[in-house]
């Protein structure tokens, strides 16, 4: 662990660039999630590298940044916060930004797919990690979603968060706000659902 509590996994390189993910809960605590990190620096998309931090956190929690960030005043699963270019500290690994996954409604989705709470964790950080890394569904004619599919089937999951949803994409509102999780706080990152 590092210095702060958070659980950090090593991750072996993506081509030239490596993954790291940090996992805590919204006060920057050690989260057991074993693998994790591990599965989705090795489904990740080839060419994406840095630091993602992913905060798991109550439903209540997430409500209130889904109504701060996106103006949705409704719980939801998964929410993204990408870092800005101010953000980025000179000489050093790229911070992509934050996933906040909602544990309750990652635990209850995972009962009624059928598959256990970590399949689930899976489901939804590769969701997050797709739109930090500027994938949206809303707006690219099925590109993320074709993307996601490729990926999960790569880490052996059955189904994805979109495939679930829809059989089309669907259209979400959006908002612009900051969050802090972990070490930073964001400026103006967009919060991005599924």
Known sequence: MDPAGQRRERVRPLGRKALRVVIGDARGRAVAAPGLARWLARVAPGGIGGIVSIAMVSDARIRELNRRYRGV??????LSFP???????PASR?????IV?????????????????????????LHGLLHLAGYDHE??????????QRLR?????????????????????????SAKFGQRAGVGPRATKK
């Open 73 to 78: 005043d409704a719980p939801t699963d998964v």
């Open 83 to 89: 870092t800005g270019p101010s953000l980025q500290p």
């Open 94 to 98: 790229r911070l992509l930004g934050d």
């Open 101 to 125: 996954i909602a544990r309750g409604a990652a635990r209850r989705q995972a009962r009624t797919a059928g598959h256990s709470e970590l399949t689930e964790l899976r489901v939804l950080a």
């Open 139 to 148: 707006r690219d004619h099925g590109r993320m979603r074709r993307l996601e």
């Open 153 to 177: 089937r790569k880490g052996g999951l059955r189904e994805g968060l979109l495939e679930r949803a829809s059989p089309r994409p669907r259209v979400y509102a959006r908002g612009r706000g």
